[in-house]
């Protein structure tokens, strides 16, 4: 059964800002509000760095008590590719 409408798959692009609070955040898997005090946002900014390519998430913690979210950098986020290319292999 195919879907209907469209689905986007290639990643939103970075503004500047984004690409400054990436460079803030810690490499290995964080939440939010433990992020650097210079990010403005982070639960909003982290989310859009998820769109954008940059950040990995998942889901953490005892349903239905202590459930979070958590970010990573993504192994292959790369801030020197123009925007709105596509990674190739």
């Known amino acids: 059964m195919k879907r209907s409408g469209t689905t986007n798959?290639?990643?939103a692009p970075c503004s500047d800002a984004d690409k400054a609070a990436f460079g803030e955040l810690p490499?290995?898997?964080f939440k939010a509000d433990r992020v650097s005090?210079?990010?403005v946002?982070?639960?909003?900014?982290?989310?859009?760095?998820?769109?954008?390519?940059?950040?990995e998430t998942r889901l953490s913690g005892i349903m239905p008590y202590e459930v979070h979210r958590e970010f990573?950098?993504?192994p292959n986020a790369r801030?020197?590719?123009?925007?709105?290319?596509?990674?190739?292999?």
């Open 79 to 89: 801030l020197d590719r123009p925007e709105g290319a596509k990674e190739t292999p």
């Open 9 to 11: 798959t290639s990643p």
């Open 27 to 29: 490499e290995d898997w």
């Open 72 to 74: 990573r950098k993504s």
């Open 41 to 55: 946002n982070p639960a909003w900014r982290c989310k859009r760095l998820v769109k954008c390519g940059l950040l």
């Open 37 to 39: 005090y210079r990010v």
